[in-house]
């Protein structure tokens, strides 16, 4: 599994980037890093320069990811899962909690919302979500459409240019066949749910249900962040994830 160090701190950070991204979601953090941390983002399996997993099922898409955390000398880390890499993040710590200092997750959803639904139906599934994310076009028109959802000089598709349709689309069905939320609820590990204000109404109501469930989590909303923090509010979110190492916020 491909992987990218930043900095070389002795307090390890994992990053796992969302449905559309790769290892690079991380790199708006670099500046931030503290010399005591290092982060450590991947290219989750299928994604970037990680070969797909052998079977499109969660233990499959799993095992690769438990494999190399394994191999870390580190005794404990923190995880920083990015959107849907949030879901991972939380699949991981059912598997290693021991491992697990603390779970960072960065605009998560609870659920798969009704406009994720569309692109699953039996029939028409995949010709919406090519029309959407396949195409320059449909690219350009939903970046248009969510305006509302991003800040002025974020693009929510500009990362699908140039991705593997076939992971992401795959990624989705799996995400999609976890079902309930309640399936995480005995995670008792530290979390930090943080989210943006102008983000999707899907997430403000998944960080609700999110702390419903989760005894050892706080959220932090970003007031000048949507759907992208890393991007958008890079700063602000550096804090929050690296406060216990630079002990300011």
Not at 29 to 49: A, E, W
Not at 194 to 219: C, M
Request: aromatic share 14%; hydrophobic share 40%.
């Amino acid at each position: 599994m491909y992987k990218k160090n930043y900095g070389n701190g002795k307090n390890l950070y994992i990053g796992f980037h969302g449905w559309g991204g790769d290892h690079r979601t991380f790199e708006p953090l670099i500046p931030y890093i503290p010399q005591n941390v290092t982060l450590i983002s991947v290219d989750l399996p299928g994604y970037g320069l990680t070969i797909e997993p052998i079977h499109w099922k969660l233990e499959s898409l799993l095992s690769p990811i438990l494999e190399e955390l394994t191999k870390l000398e580190t005794k404990k880390f923190s995880i920083v899962g990015n959107c849907s890499g949030a879901i991972i993040a939380l699949l991981v710590a059912q598997k290693i909690p021991e491992r697990i200092e603390k779970l960072f997750l960065i605009d998560p959803l609870a659920y798969t919302p009704w406009y994720f639904k569309i692109f699953l139906h039996r029939f028409l599934g995949k010709q919406a979500y090519n029309a959407t994310f396949n195409t320059s076009f449909g690219r350009w028109l939903t970046n248009l459409s969510l305006k509302h959802r991003r800040t002025k000089d974020s693009n929510l598709t500009s990362s699908f240019k140039s991705i593997n349709h076939k992971t992401v689309y795959q990624y989705l069905r799996l995400l999609d066949s976890i079902g309930d939320y309640n399936l995480f609820r005995e995670i008792t590990i530290p979390i930090k749910i943080i989210y943006g204000a102008k983000t999707f109404k899907s997430v403000h109501k998944s960080v609700l249900l999110w702390l419903k469930i989760f005894p050892n989590s706080e959220s932090y909303k970003l007031s000048n962040a949507a759907h992208l923090p890393l991007e958008e509010a890079t700063e602000e979110i550096s804090q929050l994830l690296f406060f216990k190492e630079t002990g300011n916020l």
